[in-house]
């Protein structure tokens, strides 16, 4: 069960046309989701998450932030981002998905997944030493949480 669908990602940026013939079309945005969450469900595996998430909750708040990252990833495509400062540009999109997974695999910040079923009982978050560049040094991160295109 996908987190994320086209839709989401459109309802999440209406200023993006996304149909079958627009560059990404709706099969290259359904790939980039499908990349996204691949990659999601590694860093959760990671941290001690059963995956894929399917408790209500978590799913909808791993929709939102798949949908964040996807947005960043069609708007990269373009080589653009909002001119408008009331619409959600690509740095935008990407700092929330990022931001989230920091978030997420810090043992210092309460972000968690609240519903979702983990491997121990509880998700194992390190204390991560996080640099500028988005890149973990603790063993229990070893991704780079800056997704890189």
């Not at 399917?54 to 373009?78: F, N, Y």
């Not at 990022?98 to 968690?112: G, I």
């Not at 519903?115 to 988005?134: F, I, L, M, R, Y």
Request: a negative charge.
């Amino acid at each position: 069960m996908p987190y994320c669908t086209v839709q989401d990602v459109r309802d999440l940026a209406p200023q993006i046309v996304i149909d079958n013939t627009s560059k990404p079309n709706t099969g290259q945005v359904a790939s980039m989701i499908d990349d996204v969450e691949r990659d999601l469900n590694a860093q959760l595996a990671h941290l001690g998450y059963v995956t894929p998430v399917t408790a209500t909750t978590s799913a909808a708040i791993l929709a939102d932030k798949v949908a964040h990252a996807v947005v960043a990833r069609v708007l990269r495509g373009r080589h653009f981002g909002s001119a408008d400062p009331g619409q959600l540009g690509a740095t935008d999109a990407q700092k929330v998905y990022d931001a989230w997974l920091k978030a997420l695999a810090s043992a210092t910040d309460p972000t968690d997944l609240p519903d979702a079923e983990t491997t121990g009982g509880q998700a194992e978050k390190a204390a991560v030493n996080w640099h500028s560049s988005g890149a973990a040094t603790a063993a229990k991160a070893p991704f780079d949480m800056e997704t890189r295109f």
